[in-house]
């Protein structure tokens, strides 16, 4: 099991919980009340990069971010598969176990895919939709960096031997240097520490479906089926205009889906636009939230 350094408890003052999946342990934060707000992280990240969401908004809401097995604080066995259907299912499980209903999903990278793949599956529990520089339809546009980790026994040695993946990310996914601090750094790269804990970024790079013959490509064929069932629900796309990986040829093809989106288009953030513009995404999630208010709900203003 994988411990928070107290080093980074100011950062993330939070206290994980858990819960059991096939015998492993799934850490998720679960911080105050109200109505939910779900946040599912990418890779190489965790719920690490949640941490200024959730300090923002548990005051008014119930605030969740999963670590995905593999990832975060969660387990990493070595005999899992890591496929994004096992993702999906996982947090389909929690979704239940916890009994969440109106949800408002939070998506980046990979998390928009199986944060969509959830909700496809259980549209009843979804009333809102916040997706970031992510994608949860099939594209054949891989950036040259992330195609070179795919490559048998070099792409194992790069991002499990050398921790390339991760170690690059701190790096060229954000714009404003100065905010990745070396506690920041410490941060998303902590959980990912040797060969052992690199497993699942590692097959969050193979899971990329390029071909139809790949194990991943129905999964992701259906994730993006069940994006019509939303077509009438509220969604917001933050975005950062300077990802190299989700481009905003992405946002185009979410903005083509959900012609009705509120879009906020960042043009000096990148990949990582939740550390380099989370001072502009959290004011317009509130006016989003104010602009379509869940029934019955708790205010989704924050307290003054």
């Given at each position: 099991m994988t411990r928070l350094p107290d080093s980074l408890?100011?950062?993330?003052p939070f206290d994980p919980k858990s819960t059991e999946i096939d015998g492993h342990r799934y850490s998720y934060i679960d911080e105050g009340t109200g109505s939910p707000i779900l946040m599912v992280h990418g890779n190489p990240s965790w719920s690490f990069a949640w941490r200024n969401f959730i300090k923002h908004f548990s005051a008014n809401h119930r605030c969740l971010a999963v670590d995905h097995l593999g990832m975060g604080l969660s387990d990493k066995p070595q005999d899992y598969a890591y496929t994004i259907e096992q993702h999906i299912?996982?947090?389909c499980s929690l979704i239940e176990r916890l009994d969440l209903q109106s949800v408002t999903l939070v998506g980046h990278d990979w998390g928009g895919c199986i944060g969509m793949g959830a909700a496809g599956r259980m549209p009843e529990r979804?009333?809102?939709?916040?997706?970031?520089?992510?994608?949860?339809?099939?594209?054949?546009?891989?950036?040259?960096r992330i195609a070179l980790?795919?490559?048998?026994?070099?792409?194992?040695?790069?991002?499990?031997?050398?921790n390339l993946f991760a170690g690059a990310a701190v790096l060229q996914a954000i714009e404003k240097k100065d905010r990745m601090t070396d506690t920041i750094k410490k941060g998303y790269l902590f959980p990912y520490d040797n060969w052992a804990n690199r497993i699942a970024v590692h097959r969050f790079v193979q899971e990329i479906p390029l071909k139809e013959s790949h194990s991943t490509y129905k999964t992701l064929v259906d994730v993006e089926a069940g994006l019509s069932q939303f077509a009438d629900h509220p969604f917001l796309l933050p975005w950062g205009e300077k990802d190299w990986c989700f481009t905003t040829n992405f946002l185009d093809d979410w903005e083509k889906r959900f012609p009705k989106a509120d879009v906020l288009r960042i043009p000096d953030a990148g990949h990582y636009v939740f550390e380099d513009a989370h001072e502009v995404i959290l004011p317009s999630m509130e006016e989003f939230f104010s602009s379509h208010p869940l029934s019955g709900a708790k205010s989704d203003t924050p307290s003054t």
């Amino acid at each position: 099991m994988t411990r928070l350094p107290d080093s980074l408890r100011e950062e993330y003052p939070f206290d994980p919980k858990s819960t059991e999946i096939d015998g492993h342990r799934y850490s998720y934060i679960d911080e105050g009340t109200g109505s939910p707000i779900l946040m599912v992280h990418g890779n190489p990240s965790w719920s690490f990069a949640w941490r200024n969401f959730i300090k923002h908004f548990s005051a008014n809401h119930r605030c969740l971010a999963v670590d995905h097995l593999g990832m975060g604080l969660s387990d990493k066995p070595q005999d899992y598969a890591y496929t994004i259907e096992q993702h999906i299912s996982n947090l389909c499980s929690l979704i239940e176990r916890l009994d969440l209903q109106s949800v408002t999903l939070v998506g980046h990278d990979w998390g928009g895919c199986i944060g969509m793949g959830a909700a496809g599956r259980m549209p009843e529990r979804f009333s809102r939709f916040v997706m970031m520089n992510t994608a949860a339809f099939r594209s054949q546009e891989i950036p040259f960096r992330i195609a070179l980790c795919r490559i048998p026994m070099l792409g194992a040695v790069g991002v499990r031997g050398f921790n390339l993946f991760a170690g690059a990310a701190v790096l060229q996914a954000i714009e404003k240097k100065d905010r990745m601090t070396d506690t920041i750094k410490k941060g998303y790269l902590f959980p990912y520490d040797n060969w052992a804990n690199r497993i699942a970024v590692h097959r969050f790079v193979q899971e990329i479906p390029l071909k139809e013959s790949h194990s991943t490509y129905k999964t992701l064929v259906d994730v993006e089926a069940g994006l019509s069932q939303f077509a009438d629900h509220p969604f917001l796309l933050p975005w950062g205009e300077k990802d190299w990986c989700f481009t905003t040829n992405f946002l185009d093809d979410w903005e083509k889906r959900f012609p009705k989106a509120d879009v906020l288009r960042i043009p000096d953030a990148g990949h990582y636009v939740f550390e380099d513009a989370h001072e502009v995404i959290l004011p317009s999630m509130e006016e989003f939230f104010s602009s379509h208010p869940l029934s019955g709900a708790k205010s989704d203003t924050p307290s003054t």
